[in-house]
């Protein structure tokens, strides 16, 4: 099996007697060649689960494989055959480079820890500047030098410098003129298509998302409440959160207030540390039922192709069997 | 000189801005300052929200803030800010700050930022009505338990005793818009207020500024980033850029028909979440470069324009009618939609 | 380098010539400067055999104020260097290890920090002994806690900064990390504190040696300044000029402190 794979994840976090259940029971896949979009609103996960992808956390119980080798060694560090194949891009690109470094030496870093170092390193860094549209002049700025778009881009030739299979993407984007966000989506977009990376895009913007994914992974509270092809999700959501998600989102529309069948969701996101029984989303559902506060329903296959955690808007097998009203 | 928008009414409007000047003192040994607003005017009727779009660097942040008079004592202002038709920066510095206490209300992206973490929150409203509309007592805690609730908060009477840090960025942001209508203004200014909220409370916040707007007769200038958010609840749209408005019109123009090369690319980089029409191997529309600085002897944005002719890099366009809005733009309305 | 400023350059100079002297003291001053060499109470200026005048029992304000040099700028930064090595090594290991190492080191640190600094070197000293080993001593221990809670609060920010998550992504080790990105980053901003730790450590000694605590084998400027509190009415330069020499040293310290500090930060966008 090739690719990421996280099988059976969970992260805790302790302060004190609390105890938040991050990401609670969670099966992701990301496979070369193929572009992945996480979305969800704060608290749900995601970043979370982004940062185990790739190591930087370790979980609580669950796999993490890389072609069916484990991520991690036992011991929590990381074998650097392994190390090499995936790589993350962080959002805010100021805070992820080094100050006191220029972006060329922040680009050598990886290269020298990994041998990967040829006979001219200038020109490798050069060459991977190059492939993310930047001038290899910039090499000797320091990262306060270049802007947000400029930058960013200086973060996915990082990436890069290792020749991973798959990049995992942290809202990108989100700190960066609007547009400014093309140019360092389209980076993003030219590696998957020319060469094939797998990409993890964690985004809260569902318009990029619904634009670049092949598959939509939508978590609350820890959990992934429905995942799909794009397309299927966006235009046909099963789960009644991934509903009210993306009625919240403006679209510019006259419409997008008044619709009826639109509504915006009430309250607001509960948080990680009390988590409500039974369906998680059950408090803030207009679908709930009774039977949404106690019985926590599965991730399973919907009819219209994708699979979704509810069992009100396609009832399971054994809720239709045991159940008497609605 | 920049006219106000052609809608007459016999009041003059809540807000109105001509031809604002803004410069930033310079630092260091630096003899010139920094210009950031360079000529923005704009007039905002009562009961009707104006979205006024800009990326960093186009001085919407600017304009808004002095309006607000926030910004530091060496900045320089100049240019007419009227708030029901009075002057504001002529008056006196006591006086500007009475007026806009009483007639402007601001709401701040950081939800929590305008709120004192050690007072509750009942108790910030209540200093507002008391300096404003000399209110004490059972009497101003009456009137703040029902802002809260016009804010949609439930249970005022004990959310009125809790302390900001104990709310969510949602219910912060009400309390925030609580006690920015408590004096009871005219001139609502929101920076870009629903930024840092999750979607699904940025839908209630400004599903409630909409009420407001409507109920209390308001008028909301939101200084914002995102297109998508200002085409959904402005009337009219303003977009900024280098210094200077570039397009102004009824905010479903504005989006659908941009006449300004610079709103049209900002609408393709939205990337609005309805139609798909390009396959995704297709690489997104793209503008190079980056804003550039305020002040310039000629068109601000013809490096990146797609349209730009040799006089757009020699004259400044100025803002002139059009349609039912005005572009600032020699080839205005030819960028193909 | 024009970026180290005015005060920058006049502190740098001044303590550049407050060292030379001292390390010159025997060239300058030969001989010891509590000999009695002439007649009690000469003012300054009058003779230039002894340009400073002399004490009230006769020995060479000059002489005194050369090798006092040597005491203060010896004891100031010896201290510092200890109390700033100590703040260092607790600081670290705070930040990093966390956990109940954490908890310890800064219950520990909170305990001197209760204490005023020059109490605790007072009473270090009045156990110890007045030598100028001692002194050195008491003065650093009494001084670290303040280095070590900046170095632990820098550390503990940058741990969690996105660019020691992309050294790890790199392929950094853990103590790589450590050391390389965060390490430096936390130790940058003790360099403003050096001015302020050396100044108060001549501060300190000078206290101590007023109060009559300082080594007796030495002279020291607070030593001087105690000496002429009692004929301060009619010999006031006694006083005066060691208390001047004081304060110089203390204030090219601080302005070299804040220069350095300044000139090395890395320069911050927007």
């Known amino acids: 099996m090739s690719g990421l794979v996280l099988a059976g994840v969970h992260r805790r976090f302790r302060t004190g007697k609390l105890v938040a ?56 560090g990381m074998e650097p055959a392994q190390r090499r194949r995936v790589q993350y891009v962080f959002q805010d690109p100021y805070g992820s480079f080094n100050p006191r470094r220029s972006i060329g030496q922040a680009i050598h870093l990886p290269l020298a820890l990994h041998g990967r170092l040829g006979r001219d390193a200038g020109q490798q860094i050069a060459g991977l500047l190059a492939q993310v549209g930047l001038d290899p002049a910039l090499a000797p700025r320091r990262p306060h030098e270049l802007s947000g778009g400029q930058l960013q881009r200086a973060a996915i030739a990082r990436a890069l410098a290792l020749e991973p299979e798959i990049l995992v993407c942290d809202e990108p984007v989100a700190s960066l003129d609007v547009s400014v966000r093309a140019q360092v989506l389209n980076v993003l977009l030219s590696l998957w298509r020319d060469r094939g990376i797998g990409i993890l895009f964690v985004s809260h913007d569902l318009g990029v998302v619904r634009r670049i994914a092949d598959r939509v992974v939508v978590m609350y509270l820890g959990r992934v409440v429905e995942e799909g092809a794009n397309e299927t999700v966006w235009s046909a959501p099963r789960h009644p959160y991934t509903r009210s998600l993306a009625a919240s989102i403006p679209t510019g529309a006259a419409d997008w207030r008044k619709d009826g069948e639109r509504h915006h969701l009430t309250g607001e996101p509960p948080s990680p540390f009390s988590i409500p029984p039974g369906c998680r989303f059950h408090p803030r559902c207009p679908l709930a039922i009774a039977r949404c506060s106690q019985v926590d329903p599965v991730l399973r296959m919907m009819s219209t192709g994708q699979r979704a955690a509810c069992d009100v808007v396609e009832p399971s097998a054994e809720a239709l069997a045991g159940q008497t009203e609605g | 000189m920049v006219t106000p928008a052609p809608e007459e009414t016999t009041a003059p409007p809540p807000l109105a801005v001509d031809d604002l000047r803004v410069s930033f003192a310079a630092r260091g040994g630096d003899a010139a300052g920094t210009l950031a607003v360079d000529g923005i005017g704009f007039a905002v009727p009562a009961g009707s929200i104006l979205g006024l779009i800009g990326e960093s660097g186009s001085g919407k942040s600017a304009t808004l803030l002095a309006i607000a008079g926030l910004l530091p004592a060496s900045a320089r202002v100049e240019g007419t ?38 007072l509750t929150v009942g108790s910030q409203i209540d200093e507002v009505l008391t300096v404003h509309r000399g209110l004490t007592g059972r009497a101003a805690r009456a009137e703040t338990e029902s802002l809260l609730a016009k804010v949609g908060i439930g249970d005022p009477r004990n959310r009125a005793n809790v302390y900001a ?105 939205a990337l609005p979440f309805g139609a798909e029409t390009m396959r995704r191997e297709d690489l997104l529309p793209e503008l190079p470069g980056r804003m550039a600085s305020a002040g310039g002897s000629a068109c601000a944005f013809a490096p990146r324009c797609p349209l730009a002719v040799a006089r757009c890099r020699a004259e400044v366009p100025l803002l002139t009618p059009f349609g039912s809005g005005r572009v600032a733009c020699f080839r205005a309305g030819e960028v193909g939609a | 380098m024009t970026r180290l400023g005015f005060g920058g350059w006049f502190g740098l100079g001044a303590l550049g010539l407050l060292v030379l002297v001292a390390l010159a003291a025997d060239l300058i001053a030969p001989g010891d400067p509590l000999d009695i060499v002439a007649r009690p109470m000469l003012p300054p200026f009058t003779d230039w055999a002894h340009p400073l005048g002399t004490d009230q029992l006769g020995r060479d304000v000059f002489a005194a104020m050369i090798h006092g040099t040597r005491v203060s700028l010896l004891v100031g930064l010896a201290a510092a260097a200890g109390a700033i090595g100590i703040g260092i090594v607790v600081g670290t290991l705070a930040g990093f290890l966390t956990g109940w190492v954490d908890d310890v080191l800064m219950r520990v640190t909170e305990a001197f920090q209760t204490v005023p600094t020059f109490l605790l070197a007072l009473a270090m000293v009045s156990v110890l002994g007045a030598s100028t080993p001692n002194i050195i001593l008491a003065i650093g221990i009494s001084s670290w806690p303040q280095t070590a809670r900046l170095v632990r609060a820098e550390i503990l920010s940058l741990k969690s900064r996105d660019y020691v998550d992309a050294a790890r992504m790199a392929g950094m080790r853990p103590l790589m990390v450590a050391f390389r990105e965060v390490l430096p980053g936390a130790l940058q901003p003790v360099i403003a504190l050096v001015g302020v730790t050396v100044g108060a450590a001549i501060l300190v000694e000078s206290s101590l040696a007023f109060l009559g605590l300082g080594d007796p084998n030495e002279v020291s400027w607070g030593g001087m300044v105690a000496n002429g509190r009692a004929v301060l009415r009619i010999a006031p330069h006694l006083v005066v000029i060691p208390g001047l020499a004081v304060a110089l040293a203390v204030l090219s310290v601080s302005l070299i402190g804040d220069a350095f500090g300044r000139r090395l930060a890395p320069a911050r966008e927007r």
């Open chain 1, 21 to 76: 259940r991050a990401v609670d029971g969670v099966d992701l896949g990301v496979a070369p060649g193929e572009i992945v979009g996480l979305v969800g609103e704060s608290g749900c996960g995601k970043t979370t689960l982004a940062r185990i992808a790739v190591g930087l956390d370790r979980p609580d119980e669950g796999r993490v494989e890389l072609d069916g080798a484990p991520l991690l060694r036992g011991d929590g």
């Open chain 2, 81 to 118: 800010v009227r708030l029901d038709g009075r002057s504001l920066l002529d008056l006196p510095e006591r006086q500007r700050a009475r007026l806009r206490g009483r007639g402007i209300g601001m709401i701040f992206q950081n939800p929590g930022g305008s709120l004192n973490p050690v």
């Open chain 2, 165 to 269: 840090h104990q709310l969510s960025g949602g219910l912060k942001q009400r309390v925030a818009i609580a006690a920015a209508l408590a004096a009871g203004p005219s001139v609502l200014l929101a920076d870009e207020p629903t930024t840092a909220l999750d979607a699904t409370v940025q839908a209630q916040i400004l599903d409630l500024l909409l009420d407001l707007v409507a109920r209390e007769n308001l008028a909301l200038l939101l200084v914002t980033h995102d297109l998508a958010v200002a085409a959904s609840v402005a009337d009219r749209i303003a977009v900024a850029y280098a210094g200077r408005i570039v397009e102004e019109g009824p905010a479903a123009e504005v989006v659908r028909r941009p006449a300004h090369p610079y709103s049209h690319a900002l609408g393709q980089a």
